[in-house]
Structure formats: C-alpha cells, structure tokens
C-alpha cells in the first residue's frame, strides 16, 4: 500500500495522507542553517550544530510521535472552527491534504470546509533563515473571516541541558517583542552573542511569547486556548517556555488568496555590539532588520525560491541516466544524490532517529559519505576531507568522531577502531580520480590539529596503510582493535556492566583478536595507495602498498577462508568467528562484500562460493542480512552485537549499507543478474507500494530493515543518515550503470542483465560534458565489447580525460 506517489517531473515525493506510518521527513537548508521537517510540519531548526544552536523544540518517543514543529493554525472566526492545514497537531479530519517534500523545501497543504491553507517552507541559499510563505484561499461563494496564527517553540539553544536541565531552564527564557518581531534572546545578556527570530509580514492583531498563555494551563499544541478563543495575548515570555506565535486576522472575498510570510532565523553579534543603545541590554538590531525586512517580500521570496530550485537543478545536472527503469531514475537522478547531500550536511546527527545530541561526525562515515557527493560538490569534499584528516593521530590511527563546530577529535568517543585510517585512502582516492586536483596530495595538514605537526596529506595517507601493517596479529590479518565497520562487533570489551558504552569501554589488554573485514579493506585501500604513489612517482611507496596488498590478500584467503565463504574475524582468544565451526553467527555478509570488492577470490572461485552462499544464508526478499544465524544469547567475548534483539540492527539486521557491496561484488564477479536483483530489494521506489510493511520513506534509504529473524522482517528504521546512501550510488552508477571516475579517465563498464536494452548517461567530468549512449540489444550480455567518442573508435572501455575547458563529448558504447 501507498500513501503518496512520486513527481518525478518536479522532483518531488507527494504524500497524500497525513496519517504516514511514521513521520515522513525531509530537510531544510544547505550550508549552516538547517532543519528537519515532517510531513505534517513536525520537525526543528539549528544552525551548524544540532545540539548547541538549537532554535526550536521538538520531542522524541513522544505520544502522538512527531510533537514540536511549524505549526500554523487556521480558525473560522464566524464558527469558532480552527483547525491545522498539516494537519497535526490538532488532527482535524481534512477534505484533502498534501505534502509536497521537494529538494531543499516542503510545501504541505490541505482544505477545510471551502478554506485552503497552504505554506511552502524553505532556506534560501546562503541564508540563516527560513522562510514560510503560507496562503490562505477561500474556495467558498461568501466572504469568510479568517484567523492565522503561526507557532514555533524555542529551544534554549543547548539541546541537552534543554532537555535535562528544569531547575535553571525554567527561570532563564527570555524574549523582546519588537515591531511584531519576536526575538529569542535566551542567555544572550551574558555569554550568547547570538539570537532568534520570529517575524511576520502581515499586520498583526496580537501576538504571544509564553507557552502557557498560548496554549493554557495544562492543554497541549491540539487545542491552545489563544486559538480557541481567537485572540492572542500579548504575553511576553518571562522564564518558563518562550514561544512564539502572531496572530493575523484575514478577510477574504469567495476565491480570493492571501499570502503571508513567517520567517524564523538566527543572527549573530560582534561580542561588542550585542546591544543598542551600548550600555542596555536591548538586542541591537541594526544587523538583521535589513534582511528581515528583505524576506518578507514576496517577489524576494519567489525569486530565492527560484534559485534554491535552480541549485538543485545544477548539482543533480552532473549525473543523469536514462534507462527505462523509473526505480533506477528516480533514485540515481533525484533521491539517492539528494540523500547524499544531506548525508554531506547532517553527518548522523539530526534526523527522526538521531537526536542532534548524540553523534558528532564519524571519521570513517564522513569518508563514505564522501564518495556519493564528491562528483556534485567536489571544492566541499577537499575541504571536508582536510578537516577529516586534521584528526588523525600521529600513528595513523583516528578519533572515530570529531565536532563539527570545532572541528575537533572527540575524546570521548575516543579511538582505535582500527578500520577507521583505510577509510581515508578510499575518501582520497575518489576525490583524486574524480577531479584529478593532485594539489590536495602537498597540503599540509595537522595530526590531531595540533598545530606544528603538519605534513602533506599525502604523508596521512601513508601513515594510514602503515597503521594496518603495525597492528597485525597472529594470522597476519589486521587486529580489529575496538571494532571495525561493524561498530557492534567488540572482540576486546568484555563488558558486563549495563549501561556502558561499548564503543568506549576501556578494552582488555592482551588480545588477538583480528578482523577478516579490515583485510578486505586494506587489500582495497593499499592498491588505491599504490596507484596514488605511482602517479606521484614515489616508487618505493607504491612498491611497498602492492606488496602489503599481496600479502594481505594470502591471508586473507587462508587464514580468512572458511571453505564456502570468508571468515568474519578471530576472537580475543585466537578462535574464528563467522565460521560452520561456530554456534551462531556462522556466516557474515561484511567480509563477502569487501573481500570480492576488494578483488579477492575473483580468480580462483572463492568469489563464485561466497557469493553462493550469501544467496543461500543471508538473502532475503527484503535485502541481505547482516549474519546468520542470528545471536540468540550474549556473546560476551563478541560485545554489542549480541546485545541487539535476533532480526535487528548488526545482529542480523538487513544492514544495507553491506548490501551494495554484495551488489559490486556481483557486478564484478559477472553476475548482472544478481547485482541488479539485490539492488532492487532495497530499492525504497520499488519499496513504496509495501510501505505499510516497509513503514519508512519511500524516497530514501535507512540503516535497517529488519531481518528474516525479526517479527517485523521487512520493517525499515533509522531512515536518511546512512552510508547506505553513498554505497548504493556508487554501486548502481559506477558498477551496475558502470559509469566510474577514474585516474586517466572514464570508465564506461556496464554489468546488465540480458533483458535489459541499453541507456543513456549525461555526465559532467573533469569540465567536459559527456553524453554517452550504451548499445545493447535485450537477451545479449556481456561487457562494452566497442567503444566511439566523437565518432573515433578506441581501444578498450576507457573515454580519455579531456584535453581542455568546456569540451563535450558522444561517447558509444556496444555491449556484447
Ligand atoms: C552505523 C555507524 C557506522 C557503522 C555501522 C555499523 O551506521 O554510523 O559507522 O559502520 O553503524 O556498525
Ligand atoms: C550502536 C549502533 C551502531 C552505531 C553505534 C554508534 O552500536 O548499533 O549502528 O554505529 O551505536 O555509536
């Protein structure tokens, strides 16, 4: 079943019933402001950082779910009727109702008896505001008399004191009320050099500023006694909960739309002009009155919103496809990318399952993250990636996360997964092939931003393969340290006492454990190291990486090689893990992925078994499952793995960030088939018509679908901030579609079942535009057997860099 449709000519997701199984969600903003929004206008603001500058309140696991948002209430002020048009929070059955989550903006609306209420919220580029421009129709024969009132919840600003601290938090809320502005200037008297504000374009009939005057005593957001009653009360906000709320009276004549603009932002002061006149404590406006007054125009409006369309066109221009398949379409030309975006903007901090308070960025999520934007926003990516690398320790190793306020290694979160330093080879070398900007190689750059140690990052690259090759056990394969990709598998924790982290318990010492999966990883990261090195001439470094690769690669498929599949790792005590030797847990799909991406086992049939038994052991109709069998009992010795209920999350889960691997793998192993048929099971376009079982948005990818083992098998969490982003594009466009940035050039390198005709790829790369049309009959397979560009035929599948600016290119393939 559904609960919307796509619009792909717009680009946009159409939900057309408030009551979606979870909320729906989509983000607000692109470069420091932004917000999370639900299809029924749930959500919060920040700027930069989700749990220090957060704007406004939002509740999670909270009954009804999804409380605290942009609500606008309508109110029929010759009936008393009021109602929301996003339906929530007053849940008024509505004659229609629509969410239009588009790229970078939602537009929710709904009609109630003959009146139309509609807002489209955005940020405009480059701004730290949003703007909600809302329009009232009245689509009845008699004049109608309207009441609108907007309504926001501060945050004072620290999401988790917010949260937690009452004692204080209850007598520190302050606001000014000027000109019909509402500013939020908690704690701005002392340390706080920055405010909110909340301001409308009509003439207002009142206002409120105190949660409980808005809503009175002991009611909730469904029913505030000043929309009740229909008069505001000019409350202005001393301790307890400010708010915000205007109150505007509209008279409308049948068919007449009036438009009203609601702006919510943030500004900033110089520490030593924070107020006016100097020497008050009144908040000096002189700064956001001009942009204030900017956004409430409504050709302003139109014409940001415009360009914030025209932004989205831009970056999604850079990759397109034509294949016949909308679910590849869509998800490629649209959502994917857009969800890489995001993944770019938010990390894994703000989102229905992140609370903005949790997590900061990861080091090895931030590098996989990176290889799904790198093509749109590739200055952003350098800058990015410099950040990531100014983190890592002087042994090559990392924090596992870092503050993206400060920029900072994140102590408490602490270090020492040890797959965490290959992660940024990969990061590089995707930057490398897709720019060919070699000059990032000789920046110089700090370990643990300690200024004075800096080396070129090509020096970080090189302490990155070193610090694999210095932490080998007993097998020769790389020591897992406190996990590797798989944050739950904890080999050295041994943690008995509830409540504590497993990602930062202090590990026992003494240990062997190793990881079958960094293996794969190395093998993949030394030969991109090696590539690197050679191109840069530094012979002995390249020698060097090829060598670890070759050794590693021996053991992994010894000592890592289990008969029909690749081993998961070796315990603490030296015993296998993911083995027919094991209880539980015989089998994981990690090191079947990465090991074959990696390109172990292609040759002499490992390859060919692993992935036979991926099918048999871990696929399901709804993705690939994480291991099998599942935990049932908690493994001391394998930590937070075992703690997850059997079905869930890394025990056993559909993790499917891990599936696209099994797609490339696929691909590279010739199976087109295959690569495609996984591809598609998570596929959240082909996923929408079971959105009753899938329960997350159809428009993008989550962490987890529950597994074969689980009640709910089939039932998606944790939607939007994924790695499952970044990997499934890569893993459609560049192995499946075949379409890959290289060092010399364009790999044009389609892996496609026979009942698939060809397709065609538009690509900006290195400057040139390419249109590249793929040949190939249905029933034939096999790989671009000839290849034209500009009409010239050449040898092989590689379309050469360009020559100079603004080139473009027809490229040919043939398949077959
Ligand atoms: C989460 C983490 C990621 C980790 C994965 C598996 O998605 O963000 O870093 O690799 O879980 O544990
Ligand atoms: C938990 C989650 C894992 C995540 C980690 C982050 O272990 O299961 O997915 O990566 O927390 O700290």
Known sequence: MRYGHFDDERREYVITRPDTPLPWINYLGNEAYFGIISNTAGGYSFYRDARLRRLTRYRYNNAPLDLGGRYVYLRDDESGEYWSPSWQPTQRELDDYSCRHGLGYSIIGSTYKGIRGETLYFVPLAENLEVWRIRVTNARTTPARISLFDSIEFCLWEALEDNTNFQRNYSTGQVEVEDGVIYHKTEYRERRDHFAFFACSAPLAGFDTQREDFLGPYRGWDRPIVVERGAATDSVAHGWQPMGSHHVKLELAPGETKEVIVLLGYQENPKDDKFDPPGSQTINKKRVKPVIARYLQPAVVERVFTD?????????????????????????????????????????????????????????????????????????????????????????????QYQPLTKRGNNDVGGGFNDDPAWLVLGVAAYLKETGDASILEEPVPYDNQPGTETPLYEHLRRSIQYTLDRLGPHGLPLIGRADWNDCLNLNCFSETPGESFQTTENKEGGVAESVFIGGLFVLAANEMAAVAERRGDAAEAALAADAAAAMTKAVETAGWDGDWFRRAYDY??????????????????????????????????????????????????????????????????????????????????????????????????HPEAALDYYMRINPSVREEISEVHRCEPYVYAQMIAGKDAPT?????????????????????????????????LRIDPVLPADWGGFKVSRWFRGAKYEITVHKSTGVTGRVARLTVGGREISGNLVPLPTGPDESFDVEAFVG
């Open 308 to 400: 914030l369309r025209d932004y989205w066109t831009g970056l999604l221009g850079i990759l397109q496809v034509h294949t016949g398949s909308e679910h590849v379409d869509r998800m490629v030309n649209i959502w994917n990318a857009y969800q890489c975006m995001v993944t770019f903007n938010m990390s894994r901090s703000a989102s229905g399952f992140e609370s903005g308070i949790g997590r900061g960025m990861g080091f090895r999520d931030s590098n996989q993250d990176l290889l799904g934007f790198v093509h749109m926003v590739p200055a952003r990516a350098r800058e990015r990636i410099l950040d990531i690398a100014a983190t890592q320790l002087p042994t090559g190793g990392a924090y596992h």
């Open 713 to 745: 098998h089939g039932e998606a969490k944790n939607s939007w901030l994924s790695g499952t982003a970044a990997w499934n594009f890569v893993a459609i466009s560049q192995w499946i579609l075949g379409i890959r940035a290289e060092h010399d050039g």
């Open 573 to 670: 005590f030296g015993r296998v893990v993911g083995s027919k030797e094991c209880a539980e847990g015989q089998i994981f799909i990690e090191p079947q992925g990465m090991c074959i991406v990696a390109g172990i086992g292609l040759e002499n049939g490992m390859a060919e078994k692993a992935l036979a038994s991926v099918r048999e052991r871990l696929a399901t109709p709804h993705g690939i499952v994480l291991n099998n069998p599942a935990f049932t009992y908690y493994h001391l010795e394998l930590g937070e793995i075992s703690t997850y209920p059997q079905g869930y999350k890394e025990n056993a889960g559909i993790f499917c960030h891990t599936n696209p691997w099994v797609m490339i793998a696929e691909a590279m192993a010739d």
